[in-house]
């Protein structure tokens, strides 16, 4: 008999399971895309090896841990203190066009796993499992994966994120592991390295060459990331959301559902698991009225006043905002009752009558009739101990009975677990939002939590911004978390732009903004023009260059306008301006990252027929001339036409040589083929340290 498979194919990738009479499915293939053809059965092809069980167990879909498989465990569950062991004896499996439905029974434990995979029209595939208690008494589940696949055995290195504040997403590339590898967080956010994944290279993989494998976990809350090698020698991938001991017991007939799992493969580098990744997250942003818009260029008012602001201070802004440009304006921290400082005030989401004796609704009215949006900023899920909300309600804040409560910021954290918090938090926003004209909220979550809460802390958060988004689905809302600290494809589903650090150097945002676009949109990405030197680091930098390196993103300013020199307010008027006239190549798009010679880095945004090339010299040059960059994304292009649009930072000292070449090509597109600009290589100017070329490509 032919052996019966489930398969599914896009257009790089392949995902092959074996049926089997009783089981769950084994893993044939996960990888490059083939044609599996007549295979013989798994059986047949494996043979005996010394020190094993009689009785073979191969890698399935949901192996018996304790039972004949050594290897991590799918699940880990309990009735009271008797460990449960499943075995799933019976299965059903059907494989639709782009979705392969796996239904596995255990009845001697009263267990039912339910495992979706699903492929996205963009290529990348979606892992869900879903388990339910069919037995008589409670199940405590204390571990389900979302996803455990076997990884190539040609891969050769991890690419991962660690960070902390104002230094986010910090790479580090690794060996493939000789025992096992881990990414744990435990923070209760997804953190500071960005989003719960891991890329896996395969034979010396680049960015647009060679087989990559891209995990994230669709999960804000802690995580676990994990890559084992099996005694057999191949490796397997893992990923959960931790649960809190004891906080998932799962009555008759109810289930637990892992947050959902998106994994991309392709054979096109980084770059190409980049573009699935990003078409898996952009179905899963609800934008107001059902499209992207152009998205509007932001001032937001932390860094030009902190906590320091008033009616007047702030209307004056406004005006020097909208004087150069700005579309939306965000007022930030301070404007609500006791807010002087960190040290009062969150939780009573009443404005302050001393800053606004009339209340925000002159204020909004004011920035609207200026051309503007009003956004605000809130932090919802904190509390001060100086506040009505705690000395009415102590016991809404996360902690543990008898033990000192553990202040971050001078905050707490209030328990979103609870039905009551989330509706008074409702309430709160809900009358803001009726009695303002806000269409933009930026919210944020400054602290660790400690205790974290579990599961059910963030599925509460998730909660209250769904309902929110329900009674307002014109509002977007930012997700902020001591910057990036809570950035990811869970929290994706609910928010519309993420802010990427508190930390706008623009030298430090490079990395930073690469990283991040490793797993999700530049849509999304939040890049301000910061002020100079930099709040975070105090280095100095040209306002060319912190625009150019702004760009990409969500384009935005941190800063006083009414601070700058006249000449400085008309260059980044000219910025936000430029801006506007390219972001429809920038948002919505594919993007491309590369690197050149003696330290120029590039990122290119929009489509092989049109786009925005990047080029970005960070450290001074150390060669005596700049050598072509190569862009192999155009490989397949017969000529493109390319523009120098402009050249951001550099300045200072003595000008920078120029080429004959660059400056005809300010002035009109010169023609190149697109073999040679992906394999010779297109030429590139001189560039100081710290300056960015621009260019526009178009096909011929």
């Known amino acids: 008999m032919p052996t019966k498979l489930a398969c599914l194919h896009s257009a790089e990738s392949s995902l092959v399971l074996e049926l089997r009479p009783e089981g769950a499915p084994v893993w044939r293939h996960l990888g490059a895309r083939l044609e599996p053809g007549l295979l013989s059965p798994l059986e047949m092809e494996r043979a005996a090896a010394s020190f094993s069980l009689d009785s073979d167990v191969p890698l399935s879909t949901a192996p018996p841990a304790g039972l004949g498989w050594f290897g991590p465990e799918v699940m880990r569950l309990r009735r009271g203190e008797r460990p449960l062991v499943p075995v799933f004896t019976k299965a059903e499996v059907t494989n639709e066009q782009n979705t392969i439905l796996i239904h596995l029974v255990d009845e001697l434990e009263g267990l039912a796993l339910e495992q979706r995979i699903t492929l996205t029209p963009g290529g990348a595939f979606l892992f869900d499992a879903c388990l339910t208690n ?29 960070g902390r504040h104002n230094a986010e997403l910090v790479e580090c590339s690794e060996a493939m592991p000789e025992h096992g590898w881990l990414r744990e967080g435990r923070r209760g956010l997804s953190g500071h390295g960005g989003p719960p994944g891991v890329v896996v290279c395969c034979d010396g993989a680049t960015h647009d060459s060679g087989l990559v494998q891209a995990l994230q976990l669709a999960w804000s809350g802690d995580s676990r990331i994990a890559v084992e090698r099996d005694d057999e020698g191949f490796w397997l991938l893992s990923a959960n959301a931790v649960l809190a001991s004891g906080e998932a017991v799962l009555p008759p007939g109810q289930n637990y559902c892992a947050p959902q799992a998106i994994l991309a493969i392709s054979t096109n580098g980084t770059n190409g698991t980049m573009a699935q990744h990003h078409d898996a997250i952009r179905t899963r942003i609800a934008w107001p009225g059902g499209a992207m818009r152009p998205r509007p260029v ?26 150069i440009g700005i579309e939306r304006f965000v007022l930030d921290d301070g404007w609500f009752r006791g807010r002087n400082d ?165 030298v430090s945002r490079v990395t930073m903004q690469r990283g991040f676009l490793t797993f999700l949109p530049p849509e999304m990405m939040g890049s301000h023009v910061g002020a100079s030197p930099a709040h975070a680091t105090g280095r100095t930098q040209a306002l060319g260059f912190r625009a150019a ?110 080429t004959l070449l660059h400056q005809a090509m300010r002035g009109a597109p010169h023609r190149f083929t697109g073999s040679w600009l992906a394999h010779a290589g297109l030429p590139m100017p001189p560039l100081k340290a710290e300056s960015v070329a621009v260019f526009h490509g178009k096909s011929a």
């Open 342 to 506: 960190d040290t009062a005030g969150l939780g009573d989401w009443t404005c302050d009558p001393a800053k606004y004796p009339h209340g925000l609704k002159p204020l909004a009215d004011r920035v609207r009739a200026l051309g503007m949006e009003f956004g605000l900023w809130v932090e919802p899920e904190m509390i001060n101990s100086d506040s009505d909300l705690y000395r009415a309600h102590l016991d809404w804040a996360l902690s543990h009975s008898g033990r000192e409560r553990l202040t971050a910021r001078n905050q707490l954290v209030l328990d979103m677990r609870r039905a009551d918090v989330r509706d008074y938090l409702f309430d709160a926003l809900d009358a803001l939002l009726r009695d303002v004209p806000i269409s933009y909220l930026k919210w944020d979550h400054n602290r660790d939590l400690a205790p974290a809460g579990g599961a059910a802390q963030t599925r509460g958060t998730y909660d209250l911004l769904a309902r929110l988004r329900t009674a307002h689905p014109g509002v977007e809302i930012e997700g902020c978390a001591g910057g990036g600290g809570r950035s990811d494809a869970g929290l994706a589903a609910h928010v519309h732009r993420f802010w990427t650090s508190d930390n706008i150097d623009a």
């Open 298 to 323: 932001h001032l937001n008012s932390w860094e030009a006043c902190y906590f320091d602001h008033d009616e007047a201070r702030i209307g004056d802004l406004a005006e020097a905002a909208a004087a």
């Open 134 to 162: 069919t037995g008589h008494e409670p199940v405590t589940v204390d571990h389900l994966a979302s996803i455990q696949a076997p990884l190539p055995d040609s891969a050769d290195r991890l690419l991962s994120w660690r």
């Open 549 to 658: 390196v702004a760009m990409p993103g969500h384009f935005g300013v941190e800063l006083d306008p009414r601070k700058l020199s006249d000449h400085d307010r008309a260059e980044l008027a000219d910025w936000i301006a430029f801006h506007k006239t390219w972001r429809h190549l920038l948002h919505g798009g594919q993007t491309w990252l590369g690197k050149g010679a003696d330290g120029i880095v590039w990122q290119a945004a929009g489509s092989r027929d049109e786009f925005l090339l990047f080029a970005i010299r960070t450290p001074p040059p150390l060669d005596r001339r700049p050598q072509p960059l190569r862009l192999p994304f155009l490989t397949e292009r017969a000529s493109v036409d390319l523009q120098l649009l402009r050249i951001g930072g550099g300045e200072g000292g003595h000008a920078a040589a120029g």
